[in-house]
């Protein structure tokens, strides 16, 4: 591929570089930070790097833009804006639409992508946002060495923002919840966690063979009278499901308005 810079090489910029290194060796990368040691660290990584976004957005033809949004008017200002012309510019910023980085970053062809951090293992799951450019198989070829990728509307990244970016955490908060039910009952934290781990993957495996709906595993396991049963009149009781459905719906509302507020500041910085 041609030479890619990554202008922020910090969580997700540091997963990307270490997916793309890990599929493609010889892959040139110009990663970029603002401290000396995130510049070290990212260094480790088998890539040439610089703190001047200027010179890595001018030394390569595809730009992986990955700081926080709050940060993005810094980089804006950093680099000379006839830079941008002709370059693939990919954004992974939560919020900030294509719409916007084209008017910022003139003459770029903007895609928008919103990975996970299971990134970090190249079990991310990515969106990225239909685009009417062509170029589309570069992008979808940098994003495959991070794991899955699904081609969304661009209205649905909000959601899924909160789904699947923020998902893995829900998902963190439910498996420590159960570890403690476990340990309420006498058992060893470390030895519960484990086990969980175990049946979650194994559940999700069984989905995916039996390719069925989760209520059909759900019932198969209820069965009349017996402890299943009980424990999910209890997750009725406590609006369990409610809950994760007003958690989603509440993360989306929060990943509409950050992107509502970046925009106004990011445009009202530009004019
Ligand atoms: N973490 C996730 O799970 C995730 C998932 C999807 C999307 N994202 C998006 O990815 C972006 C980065 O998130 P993150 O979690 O990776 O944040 P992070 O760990 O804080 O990384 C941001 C990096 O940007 C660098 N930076 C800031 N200003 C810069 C500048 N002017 N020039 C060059 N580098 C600069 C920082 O460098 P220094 O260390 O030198 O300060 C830092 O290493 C965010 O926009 C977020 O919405 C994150």
Not at 5 to 32: C, D, N, W
Not at 45 to 74: C, F, M, R, W
Not at 224 to 252: D, F, H, Q, V, Y
């Amino acid at each position: 591929m041609e030479r890619i810079a990554v202008i922020g090489s910090g969580k997700i910029g540091t997963a990307i570089i270490k997916s793309l290194k890990r599929a493609f060796p010889e892959q040139e990368i110009i990663a970029t930070s603002r401290k000396e040691e995130t510049m070290r660290k990212a260094k480790e990584l088998g890539v040439y790097t610089t703190l001047d976004n200027d010179y890595a957005v001018s030394k390569s033809e595809i730009v992986i833009l990955s700081v926080k949004p709050q940060h993005l008017p810094e980089v804006v200002r950093q680099v000379n804006r006839e830079r941008w012309s002709g370059r693939k510019v990919i954004s992974v910023l939560a919020g900030v639409r294509t719409e916007t980085l084209s008017k910022l970053l003139p003459n770029s062809i903007v895609f928008r992508a919103m990975p996970n951090v299971n990134a970090e293992i190249g079990k991310s799951t990515t969106a990225i946002a239909e685009s009417k450019h062509g170029e589309k198989q570069v992008v979808e070829r940098i994003f495959k060495t991070l794991g899955t990728v699904y081609w969304i509307p661009e209205e649905l990244l909000d959601v899924w923002t909160a789904l699947i970016g923020s998902g893995p955490a829900f998902v963190a908060e439910i498996l420590d919840a159960m570890a403690l039910g476990a340990v309420a009952c006498g058992m060893q934290r470390e030895q519960a966690y484990d086990a969980i781990l175990d049946m979650v993957q194994g559940t999700v495996e069984n989905l995916r063979v039996h390719e069925r709906h989760p209520i059909m595993l759900r019932d198969l396991v209820a069965t009349p009278s017996g402890t299943t049963i009980r424990g999910l009149m209890t997750m009725e009781e406590e609006g369990i499901k409610a809950g994760i459905i007003k958690t989603i719906l509440s993360a989306n509302e929060r990943s509409s308005k950050i992107g509502r507020d970046i925009e106004s500041t990011l445009l009202r910085d530009e004019t």
